[in-house]
């Protein structure tokens, strides 16, 4: 007889559940949503685990949380293939696919200094062209610059 490990993680009542996360890729999520912990919010984080699709993923859970339009685009940055499920009295109600828009705007920094989105007392939201999706390569509207692979994550503007 064999004995099958199982992964047991409580399901959520009411909530966010942030499926299908590129193994590695739940911390980095959580930062830049800004969330850590003190917020109170009863959050599981599973990190590495069996996926069918993907090998290995993260997975996020956060109960009482819905996210922004601005938070999902981050987590489409940053995680391409995950799945936002929307989880209402134990149900999941909604499921779809994060999907990067065409222009993301007020979300990366540009890291050109001369940008005029980093000139010091002009308030302009940064404006990036989706250039390609897989990977990811985004091009700042303003001067040109182009951003992909790693440097996307460090340019996003941890926020609240
Ligand atoms: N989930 C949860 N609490 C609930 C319902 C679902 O935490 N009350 C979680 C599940 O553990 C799973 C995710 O939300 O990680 C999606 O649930 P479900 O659609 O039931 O799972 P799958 O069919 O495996 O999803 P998919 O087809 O997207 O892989
Ligand atoms: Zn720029």
Redesign the pocket.
Known sequence: MSEEPTLVVSKIRNGTVIDHIPAGKAMDILNVLGINGREGLRIAILMNVESKKLGRKDIIKIEGKRLSPEDLNVIALLAPSATINIIEDFAVVEKHKVLLPNIIVGVLK?P?PT????KRGEFVK?RFRLISRDPVKLQ?E????VVSGDEVTKLIAKRR
């Open positions: 540009c050109n940008c005029i989105t980093n940064t700042c303003y001067c040109g610059n």
